[in-house]
């Protein structure tokens, strides 16, 4: 039987509004990655996805960004070293601190993309989940598509967990078509769940011009705040379950 992992970005609370259905969401995924207050997100909402998490047995991920509130974490700041290490270890602590049993570290929007791309952020992004695996005395694993991440990650002795994503649009390189332009965005429930199943079982997804990525990901992401969200997510656990894959978290 295939295993995998059915990840969603949860807890994006604005000015206590969430952003998505987070009930219906954490009765079908596996992990959450859970709003930290960088991009979204407080104490109460933190605590909430906690309880829910124990709820239905998903493990929580922290899922920390710039600070960027005003632009849901998806501006890329010009943070100094010091002014990003202190605000990744502000946010990973506001979770534990919340009593997130906290199992893997995905960083969220503008930060992922960086960290990706940028061998500077992602070590620095790797040095704050270091330093939380040591507090907590077990292995921390860093979620993400690979790239400079992946390279950080080993440097700092961190296990690296490559994901895929259901709801974005692939570029022929590998990379995630930028939001705003065309098929960056998918949210039809029958193509997402068709996605998932081809992704878990055969490793290969279709990227906007056709060609056919290999893909080797252990996790899969769908965006909490998507309008179709619970409908992706429903269609998507119920296609695995009949595929005879496992959905787990793989920490």
Request: aromatic share 4%; charged share 20%; net charge negative.
């Amino acid at each position: 039987m295939s295993a995998i992992d059915l990840n969603a970005d949860l807890g994006e609370t604005v000015d206590g509004v969430p952003t998505a259905d987070d009930e219906a969401m954490f009765a079908v995924v596996s992990s959450a990655s859970v709003a930290c207050g960088g991009h979204a997100g407080d104490a109460a909402s933190m605590h909430e996805s906690v309880t829910r998490a124990a709820r239905y047995g998903v493990a929580v991920g922290a899922h920390p960004s710039y600070p960027d509130r005003a632009g849901f974490g998806r501006s890329a700041l010009a943070l100094t070293t010091v002014e990003l290490r202190a605000t990744l270890d502000d946010q990973l602590e506001a979770l534990a601190a919340a009593g997130g049993d906290i199992r893997y570290v995905k960083p969220h929007g503008a930060l992922y993309h960086a960290v990706t791309a940028d061998a500077a952020t992602a070590r620095v992004v790797a040095a704050a989940v270091r330093r939380l695996a040591d507090r907590l005395g077990r292995e921390l694993p860093l979620l993400g598509l690979g790239g400079a991440g992946s390279r950080a990650a080993e440097e700092a002795g961190l296990p690296f967990v490559r994901e895929a994503f259901l709801d974005r649009g692939y570029l022929a390189d590998g990379g995630l078509v930028p939001r705003g332009e065309a098929g960056a965005l998918l949210d039809d429930p029958d193509l997402v769940a068709r996605r998932a199943v081809r992704l878990a079982i055969d490793g290969i997804v279709d990227a906007v011009d056709g060609y056919l990525l290999a893909v080797d990901a252990a996790s899969m992401c769908l965006h909490g705040d998507s309008p179709a969200a619970v409908a992706m997510a429903r269609a998507v656990r119920a296609a695995l379950d009949a595929a005879g894959v496992d959905v787990r978290a793989p920490w």
